[in-house]
Every structure is written in structure tokens, then in C-alpha cells.
RNA sequence: GGGCCUAUAGCUCAGCUUGGUUAGAGCGCUUCCCUGAUAAGGAAGAGGUCGAUGGUUCAAGUCCAUCUAGGCCCA
């Protein structure tokens, strides 16, 4: 027996009881446990970084995240979600500088850095609660007791641990590292903090001679030098080498004053007009390791001053001739690594020149240009001086100009493993799978090393010890930190700053050794999370088994993100990527196409918009409105819609079965009719319902939820509106073979729908398909085992053609003014396969068109119809190729009828196609349009056609008026709050003899369809009820 | 500067993989119909040079090329 199912509900206070009822009965941790023996399917959770509060794009991340693994349980997998949070990092560092009021490291180390790391710590604890509160109330089942945090003494354990790895590879380097610095502030900027300090100024932009002193270049262009251009000529101090493109073409001009320079020959013409004249030209390879003589003799670079090439270099300003000082440029040092060319820097870190320096010592780098420009004027050098305007970075605290500045760091040698990333990705399935090739695999093609340490604070610290004689050491756990440093640490806290204190002797030379000052980049920390989240390897499990996942889902910022680091710490410590298929979330933004975000106070808050509409309503959008892969707008409107359409639908169509399915007191295990045995509706429905499991799990299986969402909203619209609205007498009367069919469409839709909507489908478990035991879920539940034996396609086409046959029917009522209450003789159909359809079909559209009969339309005399053709061109074009337009206009001039006569007898017909001669056409080469003529209401679509007999006889008209009469009883039945089981006695008296004659021929028929007991051709009753269209006195009273 | 994505009705989006001659849905608007579950449903109307150009083809919203605009990521 059901349970009540209120026709009306409010779906956020249904999902509060539910999360209440999940929590009561532990449903989360029941379905992990009753599956535990399974095979797994590995899920991995990317951690969140908690330093702020959540937003509708966690929400978007966290449906995918959730409806995957649902979806793997109830197909059979085991699939354990061990929620994770990723706790350090320079955005946790920065948010509580801001709240201590701090302007730089110099205030953190005032402030100490063991109370700054606890501020850090503290913070997290504080906005991870606002993560778990976001995820429990949209339903997202994670194990959050189990959390891996990336700070946990363990977790960094083995983020060391696998960092050794990498340095026993070879791998853990110190490099330089050009990245943009702040001289007064003495610190390196993030990029995030470089977009916000961008300032227009005013600087030098020079072009300078580069004498050529290679001697064969020499000989055979005397005199010759490379043009170089630069916007920063104090770099020039510096210069170490020359590049250029090496797939551009390059000229030695020679200008109008006589004098031979080297530039790119697209530029020639911008840099010295039309007067010039080109002596040689060839590709930047020709131009490699010619040697030049540097502007400036200030300081000392050893074998350098020569071209090599470079990619990045481009012709479309400047010269084509890019000038290179390694410590200055990040560009400039790959690529004059690539040439093991020395990294020079005379530059202090507070900005200033070495003082041993001539001419600049002393200086402060900006404040230089003016006395260079000077001295290359005087030596002749100078080729060109403008002022150029352009943004350059500044320090957002305070201003100052940033020096792009080469700083010794960490790095992991991903270039070395470039290959096998490459071949991993290609092992690796994306959704979209653009992303494979396009966004990542181009990053891989592009790849550079991993620039991994930062000169912070909150950070996993970098496990390397250094003594004085440069001997290093990787520590791959606090166990064997104690080890080489001779007392016990491991049960100290692996952070700085007293990680820093622990000092040991040199395994290689004794000296003491120290840790070296810096921590790593926080998302080395959550692409650890394999084997960090359990421990391993300091811990006993055994994480293989749950290695690689099988699925990860993150938005597209990631690709360079946690997609990469994941692939490249799984590569570099395994030779194996962590994950197999990633779906690649697009972003959300706002209802304008904009970004969210607080600046523009148009962030939508996940946990007021899920109490607004509730989870599923916003989960149903994040699954299967518009497309997963593509930035998409969200708002109020959107998720509205979603409830109304599809939730609501939904619902209704559960409250209708369980009204009457309680009215009947039908018992859902009692026995039912066979579906062989039903009525052709309801094996439409069972065959539609099994064909719903058995595509929407294919879609699931390819992860694509709005495919299975549109079929499922789809299968939704047609159960309430066709199923239900042609069966609705049926459940009236308690039909036990529409109950069954109904219930089981149902079942099948709560299960397929339950990984979309875990809140509501739960709901409708409980009350229409639960057995009674407690704790039963619609989540412990297996996928729907669909019966194939029950699709049928050939009903489905038959349906379908149905049901455009009604709809044409409903558009000629409409174009003839005759309301549907108005019975009519009959219809002629014209359509292709409308004469194999059974009578149980042929029923449906004279009910629902309230016709009393159908004819097929040519088995009319031939004067009432017209016959038009048209060519079928999908079928006469792979036939006739090119001919096809000269058959088509054969048919669309030929006579019709006498075609469609062939057709019918003998299966073909001939055209005359001019010049190709006679050709026999078949039947499915055209599409033919019967239409007929007069007195007849007509709608014609795609070659099928339905036509209305609009004589309405005396008797079909009181039989219209009894509709009217019933329709007016039953409004007047809802309006006084009647149950729809209550009977009542209907009254009437009139003085129209028709109105009398109606009652006569239906009064039968009008009692059976209100539930009256009597009629009564008299005065009385309670409630008046007003027929307009009659002249009559009618009223009713509650038995 | 590079890579990728997107462009279809007033708005939000399907359709494009596999080319077929009247390009669809929802929301909104107008008129009408239906209603014994429905906060629903149905019909008609208005609203489309399917971003532009060129190409392939008997045939292009769909395939190819170029371009334009917007977005994201990276320099």
C-alpha cells in the first residue's frame, strides 16, 4: 500500500527530512558497506582550497562528483569517496595577511612565523565547516570524516616521501628562475598578484647596433651588424646572447647611408622605409652561433655573445633580433640554457647595482637607462632612441617598478619526462575530449620545469637538507629525519618553522647540515593526494588498490592545475598518470555572461539557492541544462524552470498513481495482468521505460549526463503527459494493469533519476516503492535490469505516428473553431503506416480528438482529395547523384495521381526526366500529400494529413452539450471542495426540448462520468451549477 | 603573440559526430482550446540571411578554409 503523496510540495523542507532521514539510518555508510565485496570503481576527490567561502561553481564540480559515483554503485561498483582539503598555500598565506593587516614578509617575520602558520591553520579549520555544511545540503555523499588535509603531519610525510623519489631520479634540482620581484619589498610576486599591479609608463625603446664579428660572416658582408631592439637598456649591461626565429626569414640590408644591418625581412620595410637594399637573405637556422660584439665591456660573461634561436621569438615588432639576459627575462634564460650560457646578474636584490659595476654601480636599475643610452650614443651603437608607452608590472603594495629577476629555486625536471606524459595523456579518455589535444596536450607539448619551491611560509617544506660544502640530503619521513638528525622528531610538527630547527650532520662530509628555507607549491600537495591521502607509504594501506582512478572531475582551470600535477607526480613517482577518464567542467557565470564574482556582487550563494529551490533542482541543473563542457548561466529563472518542468512533472505524475493506487487500495506485490496482456498503452510505456534504463545508462557510461538528463525529462514529459492524460479513466477505476504499468514506469524512472536527484527520488522510494523495511533506500538500490523482451520499436514508431496524427488533429479543430468537446463523425488520416496500425491504436486518436471514427483518407473517392508529390531526396540522391535535381522535377511535374494509382498497384511508377530519359521510381522515393477539398477541416505536415467531417448531426451536437454539462459538474465538484471519490445527485429541469432530448440520450452517460446516483428531472440540489451554452436548471448535492 | 571553446528565434539552449529540401524546444508575448493529478497540458500567431566570406557537393545549420566577434587558459 502507498503512502499519501501530497499533491503539493515544497521540495526544500522534503530534502531536510531527507538529509534527516539519511543521517538517521546511516544510508551513505550502508551503501559503501553492502558493496564493500565488489569490484572498485576509483574515485579521487580534487581538494578544494579552503580560504574562502563556497561558490555555485564548488556546487557545479561537486554534482558531477557525486552523480558518477552513484550512478558506478548502483551498477555494481564499490566506490569509495574519501572527501580532501587542501590547507596550504599562498592564497591561505595572503587572506590572513589581510585580516592581521600586513603588507610583506617583513611584517610575518616581525609577527613570528610559528603564530603566522597558526593564524594559517586556524583559518582553515574555519572555512573548511562552510565546505561540509555546502556539501552535506546538496547532497554530495564524501566521507568527510576520513578527510585527507594536505597539512596533516602524515600527508606531508609522504608528500616528502615521494619528493625523494624525485630526488634519488635526479629530478630535484636548484635552478634560477626568472619571476618578477619587487626590489623594495624584497619578495617575488605571484602572477595573481601581477595582474593587479599593471601601470602605464613611459621608457626608452632603443634599437641598437650588434657588430657582427664572425669571420665568415665578415667576409662576405663587411661591416655588417645586428639590429637589436629593447625597451629595458639596462638589461643591455647584461646581454649574453642574441636571438631569433628560426623559421624566419632574415636580410642583410643595406640602407641609405651605406650601412649593412641584420633584421627579420618583414620588418625591413617598417624599420628603413623603401630606400634599402637587400644583400643576403636567409632562414634564423643560417644565423646560429654567429658571433657579435656586445654593446657594453661592464662586466664579465664568459663564452657567450652569439645567436642561437628561439621560438618564442616573433616579427611582428621590433627587429626580429630579440636581445637576451638570461637573469632578466624568463624567456630569455630557457633559452639561453638550452645553450649552456651563463646566468650573470649585477643586479642586488634591493634593486641596485653591484657598486663594483662602472658607470651604474651603485644605481638603481630604472635610473640606469638614461647613462647607458648616453654611452651607446657616444660609441656609436645607437641606431634609433624613441619614448615608448606601454604597461609594465608594479609592486600593487607600493609601486615600485618589478624587475623581472632570476632567483635560485627548486625544480622538478618534468622536461625529462616529457615523453612519457605525453604517452600518458594519450592512454588518458577527457570529456570533452577537445581538451586531450588541444588545452592540455599542447601544455605537455610545451612543457617546462616544474618551478616548485616559494620563499614562504604555510607550505609543505621542501624535505632538503644542505651543509656547508653543498652536500644534499632528501628526508623522506619525520622517521627518518630522527634517524639522520639522532633524536626522535616524529611526532613533531613537519611544518615550519620548527622543521627549520632540526639540524644534522652531513651523511657525506659530517658538516652540519640545515634545511634548506623554502616550502613547495601547494599544488604538488594535492596532486600527491594518491597515495598521500592514505599515508603511504608510512601507513600499512595499500594503496595500489585504489590506484589510478577510474574517474576525476575538476572545472577547466584546472588542466594546468591538479589535472597536470596529478599526471606528472603519478608519472615522475609510479611511470603511470593517476587517472584514467576526466570530465573537464566549463565555468559558471552569472545570468548577464559574466563572471562571478564579489567585486561585482553577483556571486549567488550556493546554500541560500539550494534553500530557494532546492539541492535537486540545482543539481538537476548543473547535470543537464545546456552543456557540462561550456561556460553556462546560471540565475533564479533557470533553476525555477527546472523545478516546474521536470521536478513538479515528476511529482505530480507520483501523486497521481499513489491517489489512486490508494482509492483502489491496489497492492503494488499483488498480481497484475502479463504486459502481453495489457492494453497497447501500457506496453508503449513498459517498452518507452526500458528503453529509458537502457540509454540513460549508456549515457552515463560516457559520462554524458545531459544526453541522459534530456531522456529522462523527455520519458517524464510523456509519461504525465500522454501515458497518463490517455489512461486517466483507467485509474478511476482502479485498473489494476494501468496501476502495475505506472508503477513499474515509475520505478524504473526514480531509479535512472536517483544519481541526478538523490533528494526527491528517495522521497517517492518511501512512499510508492519502498518494501517497508526500515532503513530501505532508492540509494541502496541496484541499476533497473531492463527487459529487453519489453522494447518494442516497431510501437514505438507507431506511437509516435499516433501521436503527430493527434497533434495534427488538434491543430485542424483549432483552425476550424469546433472545441474539442464537440464530438465529430470522423476523420480521414493520411499517412504512411496509418493503415497497419491496430484498432487499439486507432482508439487513441478518436479519443483524444473526440471523434467517433477514422477512415484512411484515400479510401475516399479520388474527387475528394488532392494528391501532391515531392521528391524524397535522402533516398533519390544516393540513387541518382548528380541527376537527382532532373528526377525531382520530374516528380513535382508530373501527375500526381496517376503516380500514387502506379504506386499502389504495382509498387513502382515512371517519370519522364528529360534528358535522363523514363525512370521507375519506388515508393519510398516520394513523399506524397493527400489533402481533401471541401467541407472538410484540414492540417497537413511533412506529407501526412488529417482531415475533420464538420457536419455536426442533432446527435452529435447533445452529445457535445452532455460534455458540457459534465465539464461544468465536475468544475463545480472541485470548487466545493468535493473528494473526487464522494458521489453525488444531480437535479435539473428545463423547458428547452433539447436540452430535454440531451438528457434522454446521455443522462446515463453524464452520471457515470460525475459519480451520480440519481438524476433527477426536478428542483433541488445544494450547489447550483451553470451550463451557459443551455437553457437549464441544474444543480448538485454531497450524497 | 599562442592554444582551445563559442556564435542558431527577444532570452536560454538542442540539432552538427553520420549533409537530404518547411531548422526545433523551453521562457516571454498575442489569440484560442482542454482539464476527475498538475504550480500543468494543447493549438495557432509573431519572431531565424543558423556570425561573415569562400570552397567541396546534385544538396551545407551540418564538411573544409579564411575572417570577424566574444569567452577561457597561457605568454
Known sequence: MYRAVPAQIDLPAMEHEIL???????????????????????FYEGPPTANGTPGTHHVEARAFKDIFPRYRTMKGYHVPRQAGWDCHGLPVELAVEKELGFTGKQDIEAFGVAEFNDRCRESVLRHVGEFTEMTRRMGYWVDMDSAYWTMDSSYVQSVWWSLKQIFDKGLLVQDHRVAPYCPRCGTGLSDHELA????????PSVYVRFPITDPAFVAKYPNAALLVWTTTPWTLVSNTAVAVKPSAQYVVAQIADGEVLVVAAELAASLFGEDFVVLGEMPGTELEHIAYERPFDLIEIPDA????????????????????????GADDLTSCRAYGLPVVNPVRPDGHFNDEVPLVGGVFFKKADEAL????????????????????????RCHTPLIYYAQPSWYIRTTAIKDSLIAQNEATNWFP????????????????????????????????????????????????????????????????PFVDDITLPCPTCSATATRVPEVIDCWYDSGAMPFAAVGYPQSAIDFQAQYPADFICEAIDQTRGWFYTLMAIGTLVFEESSYKNVVCLGHILDEDGRKMSKHLGNVLEPIGLMNDHGADAVRWFMLASGSPWQA??????????????????????????????????????????APADRPVIDRWLLSEANRLAIEVDAALDQFDTQRAGRLLATFVDDLSNWYVRRSRRRFWDGDPAALATLHEALRITTLCMAPFTPFITERVWQDLMSNGEAGDSVHLQSWPTPESGLVDDKLAKEMALVRRVVELGRAARASSAVRTRQPLRRALVSASGWGELSPELIEQVCEEL???????????????????????????????????????????????????????????????????????????????????????????????????DLVITDE?????????????????????????????????TSTDADAQLMWAAHANEIAGEVLATSVSEAAGGAIAVSVPELDLQLAISRN
Open 20 to 42: 534527516s532521514l539519511w543521517q538517521l539510518q546511516s544510508t551513505f555508510e550502508r551503501s559503501l558497506e553492502q558493496s564493500k565485496a565488489r569490484p572498485s570503481w576509483v
Open 196 to 203: 593587479q599591479g599593471y601601470e602605464t609608463v613611459v621608457d
Open 305 to 328: 655573445h652569439y645567436v642561437i634561436l628561439a621560438d618564442y621569438v616573433t616579427t611582428d615588432d621590433g627587429t626580429g633580433l630579440v636581445h637576451q639576459a638570461p637573469a632578466f
Open 373 to 396: 643610452v648616453a654611452l651607446l650614443q657616444k660609441n656609436g651603437k645607437l641606431f634609433k632612441h624613441v619614448q615608448y608607452e606601454h604597461s609594465y608590472p608594479h609592486c600593487w
Open 433 to 496: 575530449n577537445t581538451i586531450k589535444h588541444g588545452r592540455f596536450g599542447d601544455w605537455l607539448e610545451n612543457n617546462v620545469d616544474w618551478a616548485l619551491s616559494r620563499n614562504r611560509y604555510w607550505g609543505t617544506p621542501l624535505p632538503i637538507w644542505r651543509c656547508e660544502n653543498e652536500h644534499l640530503v632528501a628526508v623522506g619521513s619525520l622517521a627518518e629525519l630522527s634517524e639522520l638528525s639522532g633524536r626522535d622528531v616524529s611526532s613533531s610538527d613537519p611544518h615550519r
Open 632 to 673: 553556462r548561466r546560471v540565475g533564479h529563472a533557470a533553476i525555477g524552470d527546472v523545478v516546474r518542468k521536470t521536478l513538479l512533472t515528476y511529482w505530480n505524475t507520483v501523486a497521481f498513481q499513489s491517489l489512486y493506487g490508494r482509492l483502489a487500495n491496489w497492492d503494488p506485490a499483488g498480481t497484475a495482468p
Open 850 to 948: 473526440n471523434i467517433l471514427s477514422t477512415d484512411a483518407l484515400d479510401s475516399e473517392e479520388a474527387g475528394l482529395v488532392d494528391i501532391s508529390m515531392k521528391a524524397n531526396f535522402r533516398a533519390l540522391g544516393q540513387r541518382f547523384g548528380k541527376q537527382t535535381p532532373l528526377v525531382a522535377n520530374a516528380i513535382a511535374e508530373a501527375d500526381a495521381a496517376g503516380i500514387q494509382a502506379s504506386l499502389r498497384t504495382t509498387g513502382s511508377a515512371v517519370v519522364d526526366a528529360g534528358e535522363l530519359g523514363t525512370v521507375s521510381i519506388t515508393a519510398d522515393e516520394v513523399i506524397v500529400t493527400e489533402s481533401p477539398r471541401e467541407g472538410w477541416a484540414v492540417a497537413t505536415e511533412a506529407g501526412e494529413s488529417i482531415a475533420l
Open 956 to 988: 452529435l451536437r447533445r452529445a457535445g452539450l452532455a460534455r458540457e454539462v459534465v465539464r461544468a459538474i465536475q468544475e463545480a465538484r472541485k470548487n466545493s471542495g468535493f473528494e473526487i471519490s464522494d458521489r453525488i445527485s444531480i437535479w435539473w
